[in-house]
């Protein structure tokens, strides 16, 4: 959700603290872009399925916490492997304090065979978050001879950064820039950020952590994907603000996170 009360604010600041963002929520010119269609309600698995699931959701959540390739493929199918060791690769650099998966919901199999599950992907990320931010996911898996094995595991509503590419990582002093662009960019954009945290503080006080996270997909789909809307739906800003996911409402507990459009200058 995008609380608006706290954008304009934010937008504000950070346009005045060095150009990095024009920040609002317009109005959306197009109608928003729908996730997955719903799976049809399928038998609830036994008890000894569901536990190998989180089992394979837990070894998998510490796999992407320590960056280890061999370990989150090691419960894939073999025709998944190719598509997760590309996830491997888009999420090594990425600085992520907690992983972890919660499950909602179970069913199947279905005439496919596959177990299909819906999650959320909590995670914190290193310097920024105090509370997880949450990405719902939905997950299949399939059955082998050697039990059940993941067959994919895609977005369910809006896509995170590392799901449509290789991301890039720029730290600076009071900001994080996560992106699919050039190494010299992000760096850049860090310097901007630092330079707005202090107009931020100035209006704020202590009324926010003083942290910033601003991510930069490469293209215009990407930007619609991240946000779950139809391609073109935010014409005329350079970047939105958002809230985490599954953090507290208060922004004095988690950081500011800003999407940045590709088309800004």
Do not use: K
């Not at 109005?27 to 394979?56: D, Y």
């Not at 907690?98 to 909602?104: C, Q």
Request: a positive charge; hydrophobic letters at 45%; one cysteine or more.
């Amino acid at each position: 959700m995008l609380p608006a009360g706290r954008l304009s604010r934010r937008g504000a600041l950070l346009l005045a603290a060095g150009g990095l963002v024009q920040l609002s929520v317009p109005r959306a010119t197009g109608a928003p872009r729908t996730g997955p269609a719903a799976v049809p309600p399928q038998a609830v698995p036994a008890n000894g399925v569901r536990s190998r699931i989180e089992g394979l959701l837990a070894d998998r959540a510490r796999a992407v916490l320590r960056r280890d390739g061999a370990a989150l493929l090691a419960g894939v199918a073999d025709s998944a492997r190719p598509a997760q060791q590309q996830t491997a690769a888009w999420t090594a650099r990425v600085p992520f304090a907690a992983v972890e998966y919660r499950i909602s919901a179970v069913t199947g199999p279905g005439p496919d065979g596959l177990l299909t599950v819906t999650a959320g992907f909590a995670h914190r990320l290193r310097g920024i978050d105090e509370h997880p931010a949450v990405l719902p996911r939905r997950l299949t898996f399939t059955s082998t001879p050697g039990g059940w094995l993941l067959a994919s595991d895609e977005p369910d509503g809006s896509a995170a950064l590392w799901d449509l590419g290789d991301v890039r990582v720029a730290q600076g002093r009071s900001s994080l820039v996560l992106g699919l662009g050039e190494q010299a960019e992000l760096d850049g954009l860090a310097a901007v950020a630092d330079r707005a945290a202090p107009a931020v503080s100035a209006l704020w006080g202590d009324g926010w952590p003083g942290r910033l996270l601003l991510q930069t997909p490469a293209t215009e789909p990407q930007f619609a994907r991240m946000l779950d809307v139809a391609a073109g739906s935010y014409q005329g800003i350079a970047a939105v603000t958002v809230a985490a996911g599954g953090a507290p409402r208060s922004p004095r507990r988690t950081g500011c996170w800003s999407i940045r459009r590709p088309s800004a200058g």
